[in-house]
């Protein structure tokens, strides 16, 4: 039979020869901050993908719609449709949600304003 100084022996030994992260508290602890780290991340990257999704739906609203008459929604619509126009698409108004940035690297391509 084994002795409780040799069984406690042997699982030092046993301890020593396995990889710390074969350790079963280490492993789930690293596993627990490796899913607090992607559920950080995946809500990040929904919070910078919905205002995208939203504005894109306002830009294609039918004609009439109350939100679609908004003025600020109107210039956004004319932004993003040059952004669609195959004569333009490779040369300007890249970002559809922020046009800021088109003109602060100078893509931005303004149209006439046709509406009244």
């Excluded at 492993?27 to 991340?41: E, K, P, R």
């Excluded at 949600?97 to 303004?110: N, S, Y």
Aim: proline share 5%.
């Amino acid at each position: 039979m084994i002795s409780e100084t040799n069984l406690a022996a042997r699982r030092q030994e046993l301890q020593r020869a396995i990889p710390s992260f074969y350790n079963p508290y280490l492993f789930f602890g690293l596993t627990n901050v490796l899913g607090i780290v992607a559920i950080y991340y995946s809500t990040r990257l929904l919070e910078n993908v919905k205002p995208l999704e939203w504005l894109h739906l306002l830009y294609h609203l039918p004609e009439g719609s109350r939100l679609g008459e908004l003025a600020l929604i109107r210039a956004l619509k004319r932004h993003h449709q040059t952004h669609h126009n195959p004569a333009l698409m490779n040369d300007c108004n890249f970002n559809i949600t922020f046009p800021i940035w088109d003109w602060v690297k100078g893509t931005l391509h303004r149209q006439i304003n046709t509406h009244a």
